[in-house]
């Protein structure tokens, strides 16, 4: 059973792990979609939970949020992620804050139209 579960998952990474652009410095792959759909989650949870709280608050809390989950990442190494490069991690954190600011500037752009009471 593990071992399918390892099968499954190594041949998941293969497909993502297909770049897009992968120029120096630069790499989005598919993993890249899996990050931002992550940002836009978190900032949907942030909206929903959080909505009193300051953008100098949620900023860094956000961000904070996506550098543990890559270290997460560097953690588990090779057992569930492919180990990447600092490229790669910087440019997965800067896809996935760039998702939860795409949510986050949209709420607060509808909430400015509301006129208030």
Known sequence: MIE???QLTSTID???NKPYIRIDGLLIDRWSWVHLITGIVIG???IWKLKKV?????HPMVFL?????EIFERVMGNVLFK???MTDKTWDM?????????IYSLYISKRKLIPKD
């Open 4 to 6: 399918l579960l390892l």
């Open 14 to 16: 293969n497909w993502l």
């Open 44 to 46: 949907l949870i942030v």
């Open 54 to 58: 300051s953008p100098w608050k949620a």
């Open 65 to 69: 949020i996506l550098i543990l989950w």
């Open 83 to 85: 180990v990447e490069t």
């Open 94 to 102: 800067i896809i996935g804050f760039g998702g939860y600011y795409l």
